[in-house]
C-alpha cells in the first residue's frame, strides 16, 4: 500500500432526501458505473436510481442501499438499480427496521450474478422488493440468497473442464428466509438451504440437492458479502412439480462421458454435507479462564475438499474451544468454507501439529499463535478428516475473557491502532516469511475499518491494502470486523492479487474516545495466477 493517507468515506446518508440509492462499499479491479456520463467506480461512489453496476473479468464490487441491504457482484456482471425509494421519515438508512409501502426497490439483474442480503425494504412489504432476471422476478419475504444467470459466460470457475456441460438458465440458492421466483406465470417458493435451477427459454425448472461452483465462485476466487455466508440450513424438503436432481441434467457430462457427477472433477460442483447443528465433544477447559466466550479469528490456505482460502472471525462460547496449558488454542468450533451459500460448520483439532509463534498481549487481551507440522483434525457433520500443515499453517489470534465485549455504540471517531505482534506469514508451499509493517484503522463513526500489510515470504515481498466494515454492515456482532484487499502488489515479479481479512475488538475501553484497546486480525492473500496464497495473523494496539 502507499503511504497511509486514507480517507474513510462514510456509509451512512444522514440526509432524510435520499438522492441516492446508495453507494459502493468495496471495488476490487475495473468496475463501471453505466449513466449518460459513466464513471469508473471506486468505493465510496453513490449509486443513483437507473445506474447499472457493471463489474469487469476478474472484478469485484459490493454495494451498501440506502435501506441496509447489501448486493455482492460476480465478475462479469451487470446490475441495475430500476426504482429506489424510501419513506419520509426514515433519516438514517442502515438503522431503519421496516419500510411500508412508500419505500420500494426494483433491480435487474442483466448479465452475471449476485449475492445479497435483504434491507428495510421488504420485510415490511414483501411486494415493495423485486429483482428482475431474463427468466423471471424474484421476491423476497426476508431473506439472504445467491442467483447467477450463465448463459456461456459461467466457465471462469476453477476446475471446470473443456467439454463440461454448463446449462444455460438461472441458479438460484438460498441461504436464509424464502424467495419467490415468478418463472412462466407459475410462482416457486424456494427455501432456507434449496437450490434450483430456472432454464434459459422454458423448460421444467429443477430441485438441486448441491450449488454448484458458480454460485459461489468466479476467476476471481470467491465471492462473498462481507463477513462471509449466512446461516441457512440445508433442506430435504421437495418443491412440488420440479425434478429432484444433484445437478441440472447434463451438468458435467458430455456424450460417453461416465465419471460419477463432480468424483473427478469437484471444481464443478461443491456437494453440501448437511446440516451442522452442533457437534458433542469433549472441550474441558484447560483453566479457569477459558471458560469463558471467547473472539477468534483465523486462516488457513487450504482445508481437505476445501482448496480455497479462508480468513474467518468466530464468535465461540466456552463449550467450542479448547486451550493447553498455556494458554494456546488446541481445538475450535468454526465455519467451513463449503463453496456454497449454506454454511456449515466442523470442529479443528491440533491433531499432530504443533502450536509455534505463541505470544501474548496482556493490553490488548489478546493471544495468537499458529499451528504447524503433522496433521490438523477437521471433523465437518460427524465425518472426520485430516489437513496435512506440512506445508501451510492454520494461523489464529483470540481473545481473552470476552463474556462482555467491547461495546461500540457510543465511540465516535477515527483510531489508528499499532501493530504490537504477529504470527511469521506462511504460504501454501512450505516457505515462513516475515511481517514487516502492518496497520489498522478504525473509523467508529462510520463502522469502517482500513488494513495495510507488508509481509516477505520466499524472496517476494508482498504489499497489500483493502478495506470492510464493522458489525451490521458485515453481517457480524456489533464488535467484529471483516474486509476485502482489493490492491495487491507482490515484487519482485510485478504480480497482483486479490484477499480478504477478519477480526474483531478486544481489551478494556482505554483507547482514544473510549474505543477498545486493542483488535486482532488474520488474513488470506491469493496472486493473481492462484499460484500462491499467504496467510498470516496480526494483534494491534490503541495508540
Not at 11 to 24: D, S, T
Not at 186 to 202: I, L
Not at 364 to 380: F, I
Not at 509 to 535: E, R, Y
Request: glycine share 14%; hydrophobic share 40%; charged share 15%.
Amino acid at each position: 500500500m502507499q503511504a497511509f493517507a486514507i480517507i474513510l468515506l462514510s456509509l451512512v446518508c444522514l440526509n432524510p432526501a435520499f438522492a441516492g440509492a446508495g453507494k459502493l462499499l468495496f471495488v476490487s479491479g475495473p468496475v463501471t458505473i453505466e449513466r449518460p456520463t459513466p464513471l469508473q467506480a471506486s468505493a465510496g461512489d453513490s449509486i443513483e436510481q437507473g445506474d447499472v453496476i457493471a463489474t469487469g473479468e476478474k472484478a469485484r464490487a459490493q454495494l451498501l442501499m440506502n435501506d441496509g441491504a447489501r448486493i455482492a457482484l460476480r465478475s462479469g456482471s451487470r446490475f441495475r438499480i430500476d426504482e429506489f425509494s424510501l419513506p419520509a421519515a426514515v433519516t438514517a438508512p442502515v438503522k431503519a427496521t421496516t419500510a411500508n409501502a412508500s419505500g420500494r426497490t426494483v433491480s435487474s439483474l442483466l448479465k452475471g450474478g449476485f449475492r445479497t442480503t435483504s434491507g428495510a425494504i421488504g420485510k415490511g412489504d414483501p411486494a415493495a422488493y423485486a429483482v428482475r432476471t431474463p427468466v423471471g422476478t424474484l421476491g423476497i419475504r426476508g431473506t439472504r440468497y445467491a442467483a447467477v444467470w450463465c448463459t456461456g459466460d459461467c466457465r471462469d470457475v476453477p476446475g471446470v473442464l473443456p467439454g463440461d456441460v454448463i446449462l444455460d438458465g438461472l441458479y438460484l440458492a438460498v441461504d436464509e428466509g424464502v424467495v419467490v421466483f415468478d418463472y412462466g406465470g407459475v410462482e416457486f417458493r424456494v427455501t432456507a438451504g434449496q437450490v434450483m435451477f430456472f432454464p434459459a427459454g422454458g423448460g421444467s425448472p429443477e430441485s438441486l440437492d448441491r450449488a454448484p461452483a458458480w454460485l459461489d465462485q468466479d476467476g476471481a476466487g470467491r465471492f462473498q458479502l462481507a463477513g462471509g455466508g449466512g446461516s441457512g440450513k440445508a433442506s430435504e424438503a421437495a418443491l412440488p412439480g420440479v425434478n429432484e436432481r444433484r445437478g441440472p441434467a447434463g451438468e458435467g457430462k458430455v456424450q460417453g462421458d461416465t465419471r460419477p457427477p463432480a468424483a473427478d472433477n469437484p471444481g464443478i460442483e461443491q456437494q453440501i454435507q448437511g446440516t451442522f447443528q452442533g457437534e458433542t465433544v469433549d472441550l474441558t477447559p484447560a483453566g479457569p479462564q477459558s471458560a469463558q466466550r471467547r473472539d477468534l479469528a483465523w486462516s488457513v490456505a487450504a482445508l481437505t475438499n476445501a482448496p480455497s482460502g479462508y480468513a474467518s472471525v468466530e464468535d465461540v462460547p466456552a463449550a467450542s474451544y479448547a486451550l493447553d496449558g498455556n494458554g494456546n488454542l488446541i481445538r475450535f468450533v468454526g465455519d467451513f468454507p463449503t463453496g456454497s451459500v449454506v454454511t456449515l460448520s466442523a470442529t479443528y483439532d491440533l491433531g499432530t501439529a504443533a502450536v509455534v509463534n505463541a505470544i501474548s498481549g496482556p493490553i490488548a487481551v489478546l493471544r495468537w499463535g499458529r499451528w504447524s507440522g503433522g496433521d490438523m483434525g477437521v471433523n465437518v457433520n460427524g465425518t472426520p478428516s485430516t489437513t496435512s500443515l506440512t506445508q501451510q499453517s492454520l494461523h489464529w489470534i483470540l481473545s481473552g475473557n470476552a463474556d462482555a465485549a467491547p461495546v461500540l455504540s457510543a465511540v465516535r471517531g477515527t483510531v489508528a491502532y499499532t501493530l504490537v505482534g504477529a504470527t511469521n506469514p506462511t504460504d501454501n508451499a512450505g516457505n515462513v516469511g516475515t511481517l514487516g509493517t502492518a496497520s489498522l484503522t478504525a473509523d467508529f463513526t462510520n463502522n469502517l475499518v482500513a488494513s495495510t500489510l507488508g509481509l516477505t515470504v520466499a524472496g517476494n515481498t508482498w504489499t497489500a491494502s483493502g478495506s470492510g466494515a464493522i458489525g451490521a454492515q458485515a453481517g457480524l456482532p456489533a464488535h467484529q470486523f471483516a474486509g476485502f484487499y482489493d490492491t495487491i502488489q507482490i515484487d519482485p515479479i510485478q504480480g497482483t492479487g486479490t484477499g480478504t481479512f477478519s477480526g474483531f475488538f478486544s481489551g478494556p475501553s482505554t483507547g482514544p474516545g473510549g474505543a477498545p484497546a486493542g483488535t486482532g486480525i488474520t488474513f488470506n492473500l491469493n496472486d493473481s495466477l492462484g499460484q500462491f496464497q499467504v496467510n498470516g495473523a496480526a494483534a494491534f494496539v490503541a495508540p
